[in-house]
């Protein structure tokens, strides 16, 4: 089955500097790539996604890319904020629908003022 | 404004009791929901696709006589954590999609504490 590999577990970055979150999946049907932030003890909400016939997609300061031949994704945040700390959780679709997910192991990231 | 409700959003209680979890679509109808487990520090995994009308598509290695699953309407499914034990103690979390190639929407949660 689909597995989703995801690094670093932990990211600490000053205040300003960028932070960069990777992920690889395995089920080259997977077609679809969100990615959620979580705060502790609250619920995952959508920051962005991309899907498979789009390469990079920007929002801001955050931004996705993808690479479907290596199958890789990464998480980039520029000019990162204290309120950016929490964590972080790359997702693939399983097969050809977008429904079904599968989580990366997450990354903690913590933003120092 | 939220687009799922999941109640209840933290429950304790007693080694052998049956907990029921309500997930709400505010939004859409959605014929397929989906419940999450994560445990302190982990990732979310899926244990169960929910479909309106019809059984419940389980995960490899979830109990389905444990974790019922229904599904009777198009904005409400539940799921009933029977004969709870302390190691079913964790974060459950529902999630919904408007359909077919559409982004999932999370409910707030349930923390479930089994003493």
């Known amino acids: 089955g689909e597995n989703v590999e995801q690094h670093p577990s932990t990211l600490s970055v000053q205040e300003g500097d960028s932070a960069v979150i990777k992920c690889t999946y395995s089920?080259?049907?997977?077609?679809?790539f969100p990615w959620y932030k979580q705060e502790l003890g609250k619920r995952p909400q959508l920051i962005i996604d991309?899907?498979?016939?789009?390469g990079e997609k920007k929002d801001q300061r955050i931004a996705v890319t993808l690479n479907k031949t290596a199958k890789h994704f990464s998480l980039h945040i520029t000019e990162t904020q204290p309120e950016d700390s929490a964590v972080y959780f790359c997702a693939a679709s399983i097969g050809t629908g977008f429904q079904k997910l599968v989580f990366g192991t997450g990354t903690r990231l913590l933003v120092s003022p | 404004g939220a687009v799922v409700s999941q109640h209840p959003s933290w429950v304790i209680c007693k080694s052998g009791t049956s907990v029921k979890i309500e997930c709400r679509s505010l939004?859409?109808?959605?014929?397929?929901m989906f419940w999450y487990r994560q445990f302190p520090k982990q990732s979310l995994m899926l244990m169960a696709t929910?479909?309106?009308?019809?059984?419940?598509?389980?995960e490899q290695g979830v109990e389905k006589d444990k974790f019922l699953i229904n599904h009777a309407s198009l904005t409400l499914s539940t799921l009933t954590v029977t004969s709870a034990h302390p190691e079913d103690s964790s974060f459950y979390i529902c999630?919904?999609?408007?359909?077919?190639?559409?982004?999932?929407?999370f409910g707030d949660g349930t923390r479930l504490s089994i003493l």
């Open positions: 929910s479909n309106e009308g019809s059984k419940a598509t389980y």
């Open positions: 999630s919904v999609t408007p359909g077919a190639n559409q982004p999932q929407h």
């Open positions: 089920d080259s049907a997977s077609n679809y």
């Open positions: 991309i899907r498979s016939n789009v």
């Open positions: 939004d859409f109808q959605a014929t397929t």
